[in-house]
């Protein structure tokens, strides 16, 4: 467990449910609404559960349409572990709300990447190796923005794409079961 350590001052959310592909949610497949009110309650509380929920199913990122809200918010980390295994840097857990990102290279990469609201699955995907993104934080309210590549980048655009009602499965080019 202590690839799980999460350093907010947002811990006392409620773990919700995950949404599965296939099971009639249609909210996973509807792009999410832009948020007007970056840091209300709403927003904050949304988080909470949201770290709650990526904690207790032991995810790197989950976006909101995943627990059933469709609103542009997401939240992600990666842990040392993951960091170590994935020559990637460690990120203490972000929330974004109405983030966004473009690419800065037309090189794109290959890789293995799962989701919690398609269990049992892996796929194949291509992703853009550097995007720059931006959003606003949801424990500042304040607009941020850089330039990441490799799993950092990867994280950030398959979280987005949650919030355009697209899946991984949707870009894979080969799958196989996960236990």
């Known amino acids: 467990l202590n690839s ?51 904690k207790h199913n032991r995810g790197t990122g989950i976006a909101a349409p995943q627990i059933g809200v469709g609103l542009r918010v997401i939240v992600y980390f990666i842990s040392e572990e993951r960091a170590r295994k994935e020559g990637s840097q460690c990120i203490p857990i972000t929330g974004l709300v109405n983030p966004s990102f473009t690419p800065q290279t037309e090189e794109m990469e290959e890789d293995w990447e799962g989701c919690l609201s398609v269990p049992g699955l892996r796929g194949v995907v ?26 950092h980048a990867r994280v950030l ?23």
């Open 4 to 54: 799980f350590i999460f350093c907010s001052s947002f811990m006392s959310g409620q773990v919700r449910e995950v949404l599965f592909e296939g099971c009639d949610n249609p909210v996973l497949r509807e792009p999410a609404q832009v948020v007007e009110d970056c840091c209300g309650e709403e927003i904050k509380e949304l988080f909470a559960d949201m770290i709650a929920t990526m």
């Open 126 to 151: 291509s992703r853009y190796t550097t995007i720059k993104y931006n959003g606003i934080n949801i424990e500042t309210g304040r607009l941020v923005e850089g330039t990441v590549h490799g799993f």
């Open 157 to 179: 655009q398959h979280e987005i794409d949650h919030l355009d009602g697209v899946l991984y499965i949707d870009k894979m080019s080969k799958s196989k079961p996960f236990p």
